[in-house]
């Protein structure tokens, strides 16, 4: 990359931009059932600053993906057959994503799976221009298996149960997108989660884990 844009390398470290990690996340927004008992974020009694602190969720679902899926889907992405069972995606505690209903008229479901960026190459020659970020989302196996499962129960918490029928009438999709069902097809799943245009950084801290 430095010598693309002709830049005098003083340090060799190829590990610079590498090795970051993210978690991806999916937002649902829903059609209220009875607006007018404002309960969510917007609506003309919400109106109590304390509701404006913090995140506006009393809690959130640690959920798993069906372990035959996820084993599909490690093998799909390479994994060795005799290295599975050491795979901590594979063990009966490991959280594979969360759903969070928020009071707003949305869900929000956040992967509990690691996910490698690729890197943080270079935009332009620039010093004071912006990376790009290569976040490597929704490019693997398991991957997909742990959105397509964590939509499906999420959608299904609200659309298919008696509770959720309560609250909501339907999703409210973007434009051009059907409402999702919890039997949707993996290909409708797949294709809401879009792929949006390579970010920025403005701004990037670091600290270690304790």
Known sequence: MAKKYETPQLVDYPEVGRNFHDHFSFVQWWKLRHPEKSLSIGASLWNNLAYALGLSCYWNVTVQTPREALVNALKADGENESALERNPYLAPDFCHAETLIIYTPASALLAGVDVPMKGL?????????????????????????????????????????????????????????????????????????????????????????E
């Open 121 to 209: 190459p270079l935009r332009l020659a620039d010093p004071m221009a912006s990376s790009l970020i290569d976040r490597n989302y929704y490019t693997t196996e398991v991957d997909r298996a742990v959105l397509q499962a964590g939509i499906r129960q999420a959608t299904e918490l609200l659309s298919g149960s008696l509770e959720g029928k309560d609250i909501v009438e339907h999703e409210v999709p973007r434009p051009k997108f059907m409402p999702l069902k919890a039997d949707s097809m993996n290909e409708e799943v797949d294709a809401r989660v879009k792929k949006e245009e390579t970010p920025s950084i403005i701004q990037l801290g670091l600290q270690p884990w």
